[in-house]
C-alpha cells in the first residue's frame, strides 16, 4: 500500500512537472502580446496635518486611473493597478514606505507626494533605487536643484509662480496707467511669505522679477505659517502703502491674514497670492464672500476654457468634472484634485505608451527614457502646457534665479486663476481663460481701497 | 502708529494672559503642570465651533455652556486622574506624564472624529473693529481683552475677599497648615481645578471667533502659556497677566520693528534675559497669591 501511494504521487508530480514545463513556453510567447504588467506605487499623507489636501490628491489620481481602466487600461489593453502607502504627513514615514513599496512590492514607478518636504525624502530613495518619482505636487525649487536623475516635475517650479505674478502685473500696463496714473514698473509692490521653502521660493521668483522690472518693493517679509497673530507684518504693509500686495501662504494663515487685515483696515489696489493655502475650498469655507475676486497663481489652470485642449481631452476634461461632482458633490475647480488628475492622466495617456512603444516593457529605466525624450504638445494635457523634461546632461536653467533644474518640465508655465462667486476660473494666459481678469479689488470687496 | 503697535499687542497679550491664567492658577494651587492645558483649550474651540455651525449660537452666549461643562470636566479629570496620583512618591514627574498622556489622547481624539481640517467661523464680529483716535482695535480681540480684564478683577475678588478664596490661599501656602486648620483641601484642590480647566474653556471660546482651530492648535498656545507663566512667576495670577501682556507687547513691537520671523526670537530672548536677572520670575514668590 505504502508503495502505491509512493507511486501515485510520483505520477502526479511527474503530471504536474509536465505541466508545468509546458506551460513556461506559453507564457514567454505571451510576453510580447499582452504580459505587461502596469504597476505603480503611490504615496499620499491621507492621515496627520496634511491628510485634507492629501486625501483629496489621492482621490483625484484614483479617478484619473479608474476612468484609464475602464477603457481597458493604458493604450486601451494594459489595466493599472497600484500599491498605496500613506505617508502620514511626515518625510520620514514617506521615505520609508517608499523603500517598502519599490524593495517588497517591486514598483517601477512612485506617484505623490503632497509636500516638498515629503518630495526630497521620497525622491533620495528612488535615486538610491533607481525608480522614477513622477511628482505631482511638491513645487519647491530645491527639490530639483540636486541633479537627481530619476526624480521629474511636469509642473512649473515655486519660483515660476511668482515670476508668473508679476509678469502678468507688467503685462496689464495699459489698465494700470488708466487707473492708478502710472506705470507698472512704477508701481509700489509688498512681497509677504511664510517662511517654509515653499513660501520662499516663490518670494525668490517674485523678487527676482520686480528686480528685473526695477520695481519698488516698499515691503518684503517672511512669517511663520504657525503664527498666531499677524497684525504687527500687516500694520508693516499699511505703513507702505504699496499698489501690489504679493502673498503666499497656507490655509490658515491666508484665512487669519484676511480677518487681521479687514480688522487693521488694510487696503491695496492689485492683490495676487499664490496657491497653496489661496486656492483650496477650506480657505473659502473659512473667508467666505472675501474669496472673491481674489487672484490666486496655480500651476494648473482652474476651472479653463476647454478650447485650449484637444477634443479628447477636452471630452476627458468634462467627463472628469462630472464624475467629481457626483461623488463629492462639490466641483473640482480647486487646484489640488484637479493637479493630480491630470499630471496622472499625462503619465498614463502619453508617457507609459511612449515607454512601451519605444521598449516593449513598463520598467524604471524604460519610463525614465521615455519621460526625458517626451514632447508632448499643450493641447494634449490637461496641465494647460507642453511637457519637456531637462536632464543632468542637459538641465534647464532658469530665467528668475539662474539656477540649473534636472528633471523639471521646462515648457511648464503658472496660470492665474481668479475666484467669482466662491470657484476659481482661469483668467491668465488668454487661450484657456474663461473670463476677463478682475484687476483691481472692486469696490465691495473689504481690502478694496477705494 | 505707535499707539496702533501699543494697541493690537495689548490686545494680543490679553488672549496670552487668558489662556495661561487657568494653568497658573492651577500649578499656584496644586503643584501639578498641566501638560494638556491647549489641549483643553482646542476641545473648548471645538465645541464653540461646533455650537455655532450646528446649534447656531452665538460663541458669546456658548460660554454659559462650556463654562460649566467644562467646570465638570474638570471634576471629572480631577477625581479620575489626577487625584490618584496625589500624595504619593514622585507626584511631580507621574502627574506630567498623566497630563501629557491626556494631551495626546485628546489631540487624537480630535483628529479622528474631527480630521486634521482647519476650522473657522464667521460671527457678526469676524474681521470688523472699532475705530477710536485713529487706532483700530479688532472687535474679537478687544471683547477677549475685556472679558480677560474681568476674570482678573473677579478672580482677584474671589481670592482676595471671600472666604473660598482664603481658603485658596491657604492651601497654596501651606497644605499641611491649611489642612491642620480645618480646610477641606480636597476639596479645594478639584474646585481649583475645576475652575482652572474652565478658564482655559472660557478663553478657547472667547478665540474661536477671531481665530481658527484644528487638532493640534493647542500645542502652540501650550508651549506660549508655559512661557508666560515662567516668565510672570509660576503659581501668581498676576505674573500670568503681567506676562501675556509684556510677550503681546514684545512680539508686536519687534513684529513692526524688525520682521514678524524674529518676533518670536525676541519674545524668547526677553524671557531668557528676565529669567536670568530674576529666576522666580517677575511676580515670583514674593507676590504669590
Same mark, same amino acid.
Given at each position: 500500500?505504502?508503495?502505491? #501511494?509512493?507511486?501515485?504521487?510520483?505520477?502526479?508530480?511527474?503530471?504536474?512537472?509536465?505541466?508545468?514545463?509546458?506551460?513556461?513556453?506559453?507564457?514567454?510567447?505571451?510576453?510580447?502580446?499582452?504580459?505587461?504588467?502596469?504597476?505603480?506605487?503611490?504615496?499620499?499623507?491621507?492621515?496627520?496635518?496634511?491628510?485634507?489636501?492629501?486625501?483629496?490628491?489621492?482621490?483625484?489620481?484614483?479617478?484619473? #486611473?479608474?476612468?484609464?481602466?475602464?477603457?481597458?487600461?493604458?493604450?486601451?489593453?494594459?489595466?493599472?493597478?497600484?500599491?498605496?502607502?500613506?505617508?502620514?504627513?511626515?518625510?520620514?514615514?514617506?521615505?520609508?514606505?517608499?523603500?517598502?513599496?519599490?524593495?517588497?512590492?517591486?514598483?517601477?514607478?512612485?506617484?505623490?507626494?503632497?509636500?516638498?518636504?515629503?518630495?526630497?525624502?521620497?525622491?533620495?530613495?528612488?535615486?538610491? %533605487?533607481?525608480?522614477?518619482?513622477?511628482?505631482?505636487?511638491?513645487?519647491?525649487?530645491?527639490?530639483?536643484?540636486?541633479?537627481? +536623475?530619476?526624480?521629474?516635475? %511636469?509642473?512649473?517650479?515655486?519660483?515660476?509662480?511668482?515670476?508668473?505674478?508679476?509678469?502678468?502685473?507688467?503685462?496689464?500696463?495699459?489698465?494700470?496707467?488708466?487707473?492708478?496714473?502710472?506705470?507698472?514698473?512704477?508701481?509700489?509692490?509688498?512681497?509677504?511669505? +511664510?517662511?517654509?521653502?515653499?513660501?520662499?521660493?516663490?518670494?525668490?521668483?517674485?523678487?527676482?522679477?520686480?528686480?528685473?522690472?526695477?520695481?519698488?518693493?516698499?515691503?518684503?517679509?517672511?512669517?511663520?505659517?504657525?503664527?498666531?497673530?499677524?497684525?504687527?507684518? #500687516?500694520?508693516?504693509?499699511?505703513?507702505?502703502?504699496?499698489?501690489?500686495?504679493?502673498?503666499?501662504?497656507?490655509?490658515?494663515?491666508?484665512?487669519?491674514?484676511?480677518?487681521?487685515?479687514?480688522?487693521?483696515?488694510?487696503?491695496?489696489?492689485?492683490?495676487?497670492?499664490?496657491?497653496?493655502?489661496?486656492?483650496?475650498?477650506?480657505?473659502?469655507?473659512?473667508?467666505?464672500?472675501?474669496?472673491?475676486?481674489?487672484?490666486?497663481?496655480?500651476?494648473?489652470?482652474?476651472?479653463?476654457?476647454?478650447?485650449?485642449?484637444?477634443?479628447?481631452?477636452?471630452?476627458?476634461?468634462?467627463?472628469?468634472?462630472?464624475?467629481?461632482?457626483?461623488?463629492?458633490?462639490?466641483?473640482?475647480?480647486?487646484?489640488?484634485?484637479?493637479?493630480?488628475?491630470?499630471?496622472?492622466?499625462?503619465?498614463?495617456?502619453?508617457?507609459?505608451?511612449?515607454?512601451?512603444?519605444?521598449?516593449?516593457?513598463?520598467?524604471?529605466?524604460?519610463?525614465? +527614457?521615455?519621460?526625458? %525624450?517626451?514632447?508632448?504638445?499643450?493641447?494634449?494635457?490637461?496641465?494647460?502646457?507642453?511637457?519637456?523634461?531637462?536632464?543632468?546632461?542637459?538641465?534647464?536653467?532658469?530665467?528668475?534665479?539662474?539656477?540649473?533644474?534636472?528633471?523639471?518640465?521646462?515648457?511648464?508655465?503658472?496660470?492665474?486663476?481668479?475666484?467669482?462667486?466662491?470657484?476659481?476660473?482661469?483668467?491668465?494666459?488668454?487661450?484657456?481663460?474663461?473670463? +476677463?481678469?478682475?484687476?483691481?479689488?472692486?469696490?465691495?470687496?473689504?481690502?478694496?481701497?477705494? | 502708529?505707535?499707539?496702533?503697535?501699543?494697541?493690537?499687542?495689548?490686545?494680543?497679550?490679553?488672549?496670552?494672559?487668558?489662556?495661561?491664567?487657568?494653568?497658573?492658577?492651577?500649578?499656584?494651587?496644586?503643584?501639578?503642570?498641566?501638560?494638556? =492645558?491647549?489641549?483643553?483649550?482646542?476641545?473648548?474651540?471645538?465645541?464653540?465651533?461646533?455650537?455655532?455651525?450646528?446649534?447656531?449660537?452665538?460663541?458669546?452666549?456658548?460660554?454659559?455652556?462650556?463654562?460649566?461643562?467644562?467646570?465638570?470636566?474638570?471634576?471629572?479629570?480631577?477625581?479620575?486622574?489626577?487625584?490618584?496620583?496625589?500624595?504619593?512618591?514622585?507626584?511631580?514627574?507621574?502627574?506630567?506624564?498623566?497630563?501629557?498622556?491626556?494631551?495626546?489622547?485628546?489631540?487624537?481624539?480630535?483628529?479622528?472624529?474631527?480630521?486634521?481640517?482647519?476650522?473657522?467661523?464667521?460671527?457678526?464680529?469676524?474681521?470688523?473693529?472699532?475705530?477710536?483716535?485713529?487706532?483700530?482695535?479688532?472687535?474679537?480681540?478687544?471683547?477677549?481683552?475685556?472679558?480677560?480684564?474681568?476674570?482678573?478683577?473677579?478672580?482677584?475678588?474671589?481670592?482676595?475677599?471671600?472666604?473660598?478664596?482664603? =481658603?485658596?490661599?491657604?492651601?497654596?501656602?501651606?497644605? $499641611?497648615?491649611?489642612?491642620?486648620?480645618?480646610?477641606?483641601?480636597?476639596?479645594?484642590?478639584?474646585?481649583?481645578?475645576?475652575?482652572?480647566?474652565?478658564?482655559?474653556?472660557?478663553?478657547?471660546?472667547?478665540?474661536?471667533?477671531?481665530?481658527?482651530?484644528?487638532?493640534?492648535?493647542?500645542?502652540?498656545?501650550?508651549?506660549?502659556?508655559?512661557?508666560?507663566?515662567?516668565?510672570?512667576?509660576?503659581?501668581?495670577?498676576?505674573?500670568?497677566?503681567?506676562?501675556?501682556?509684556?510677550?503681546?507687547?514684545?512680539?508686536?513691537?519687534?513684529?513692526?520693528?524688525?520682521?514678524? $520671523?524674529?518676533?518670536?526670537?525676541?519674545?524668547?530672548?526677553?524671557?531668557?534675559?528676565?529669567?536670568?536677572?530674576?529666576?522666580?520670575?517677575?511676580?515670583?514668590?514674593?507676590?504669590?497669591?
Amino acid at each position: 500500500m505504502k508503495r502505491f #501511494i509512493g507511486i501515485l504521487m510520483l505520477v502526479v508530480f511527474m503530471m504536474v512537472a509536465v505541466v508545468g514545463c509546458e506551460k513556461q513556453p506559453e507564457a514567454d510567447g505571451d510576453k510580447a502580446a499582452g504580459d505587461i504588467k502596469i504597476h505603480v506605487g503611490v504615496i499620499e499623507p491621507v492621515t496627520g496635518p496634511q491628510a485634507p489636501l492629501g486625501q483629496a490628491e489621492y482621490d483625484g489620481i484614483q479617478m484619473a #486611473i479608474e476612468m484609464i481602466n475602464e477603457k481597458g487600461g493604458v493604450m486601451g489593453k494594459y489595466p493599472i493597478t497600484f500599491d498605496f502607502a500613506d505617508s502620514q504627513s511626515d518625510p520620514a514615514i514617506g521615505a520609508s514606505e517608499a523603500e517598502r513599496l519599490i524593495t517588497s512590492k517591486g514598483v517601477p514607478v512612485l506617484m505623490g507626494s503632497y509636500s516638498s518636504a515629503i518630495a526630497a525624502a521620497i525622491s533620495e530613495v528612488a535615486e538610491r %533605487n533607481k525608480v522614477v518619482l513622477w511628482e505631482m505636487s511638491g513645487a519647491a525649487d530645491s527639490l530639483l536643484l540636486k541633479g537627481y +536623475e530619476w526624480t521629474f516635475r %511636469n509642473e512649473a517650479n515655486a519660483s515660476a509662480w511668482g515670476a508668473e505674478s508679476v509678469e502678468f502685473i507688467m503685462g496689464n500696463d495699459a489698465a494700470i496707467q488708466e487707473k492708478l496714473g502710472k506705470s507698472a514698473k512704477d508701481l509700489v509692490v509688498a512681497i509677504v511669505h +511664510e517662511d517654509g521653502p515653499y513660501g520662499a521660493a516663490v518670494a525668490d521668483g517674485n523678487r527676482a522679477t520686480a528686480k528685473k522690472y526695477n520695481m519698488n518693493v516698499a515691503v518684503d517679509e517672511a512669517y511663520s505659517a504657525k503664527s498666531v497673530d499677524l497684525s504687527s507684518i #500687516i500694520l508693516k504693509i499699511k505703513s507702505a502703502n504699496p499698489d501690489v500686495l504679493l502673498l503666499t501662504g497656507y490655509v490658515n494663515d491666508g484665512i487669519l491674514f484676511n480677518r487681521q487685515a479687514k480688522e487693521l483696515g488694510l487696503t491695496v489696489p492689485i492683490l495676487i497670492t499664490h496657491s497653496g493655502g489661496h486656492s483650496v475650498q477650506a480657505f473659502v469655507d473659512g473667508v467666505g464672500k472675501d474669496a472673491d475676486f481674489l487672484m490666486t497663481v496655480d500651476p494648473v489652470p482652474c476651472n479653463p476654457n476647454t478650447e485650449g485642449f484637444s477634443a479628447e481631452y477636452a471630452a476627458i476634461f468634462e467627463e472628469f468634472v462630472s464624475r467629481w461632482t457626483d461623488k463629492f458633490g462639490v466641483p473640482p475647480y480647486h487646484h489640488v484634485e484637479y493637479r493630480q488628475f491630470a499630471q496622472t492622466m499625462l503619465f498614463f495617456n502619453e508617457i507609459v505608451p511612449a515607454a512601451i512603444e519605444a521598449s516593449g516593457e513598463f520598467t524604471a529605466e524604460a519610463v525614465a +527614457e521615455a519621460i526625458r %525624450n517626451a514632447d508632448i504638445p499643450a493641447e494634449n494635457s490637461l496641465m494647460g502646457h507642453g511637457a519637456k523634461f531637462s536632464t543632468p546632461d542637459k538641465p534647464w536653467t532658469d530665467p528668475w534665479l539662474g539656477n540649473q533644474h534636472t528633471g523639471q518640465n521646462y515648457e511648464a508655465r503658472a496660470f492665474i486663476n481668479q475666484y467669482f462667486d466662491g470657484t476659481l476660473v482661469t483668467v491668465w494666459p488668454e487661450n484657456l481663460a474663461k473670463q +476677463e481678469a478682475v484687476l483691481f479689488l472692486p469696490a465691495e470687496h473689504p481690502l478694496a481701497r477705494k | 502708529m505707535l499707539l496702533q503697535i501699543i494697541a493690537s499687542g495689548l490686545l494680543l497679550g490679553g488672549i496670552y494672559a487668558l489662556v495661561s491664567v487657568g494653568l497658573n492658577l492651577i500649578f499656584g494651587v496644586i503643584k501639578i503642570v498641566n501638560l494638556a =492645558h491647549g489641549d483643553f483649550l482646542m476641545m473648548a474651540m471645538y465645541g464653540t465651533f461646533f455650537l455655532y455651525t450646528v446649534q447656531g449660537i452665538n460663541p458669546y452666549v456658548s460660554t454659559l455652556i462650556i463654562f460649566p461643562a467644562f467646570v465638570l470636566i474638570g471634576v471629572l479629570i480631577f477625581r479620575l486622574i489626577i487625584k490618584p496620583l496625589l500624595g504619593k512618591a514622585e507626584t511631580e514627574v507621574n502627574t506630567i506624564i498623566a497630563t501629557a498622556g491626556l494631551g495626546f489622547v485628546l489631540q487624537n481624539l480630535a483628529l479622528m472624529l474631527w480630521k486634521s481640517d482647519f476650522r473657522a467661523i464667521e460671527t457678526n464680529l469676524t474681521g470688523k473693529s472699532y475705530e477710536f483716535a485713529g487706532i483700530m482695535l479688532s472687535a474679537g480681540r478687544t471683547w477677549a481683552f475685556v472679558v480677560c480684564v474681568a476674570v482678573a478683577v473677579l478672580l482677584y475678588y474671589i481670592l482676595m475677599k471671600t472666604k473660598v478664596g482664603t =481658603h485658596v490661599r491657604a492651601v497654596s501656602q501651606d497644605t $499641611e497648615a491649611a489642612t491642620l486648620m480645618g480646610i477641606n483641601v480636597n476639596k479645594i484642590y478639584t474646585l481649583t481645578f475645576a475652575f482652572g480647566i474652565a478658564l482655559v474653556g472660557l478663553a478657547g471660546v472667547i478665540l474661536t471667533p477671531t481665530f481658527y482651530v484644528y487638532p493640534t492648535v493647542g500645542l502652540y498656545f501650550n508651549t506660549m502659556a508655559f512661557i508666560i507663566v515662567v516668565l510672570g512667576g509660576l503659581g501668581s495670577f498676576t505674573g500670568a497677566l503681567i506676562g501675556g501682556l509684556i510677550i503681546g507687547l514684545i512680539e508686536s513691537f519687534a513684529g513692526v520693528m524688525a520682521s514678524a $520671523e524674529l518676533a518670536q526670537v525676541f519674545s524668547l530672548l526677553i524671557f531668557l534675559i528676565i529669567l536670568f536677572v530674576r529666576p522666580q520670575g517677575i511676580m515670583g514668590k514674593s507676590a504669590r497669591v
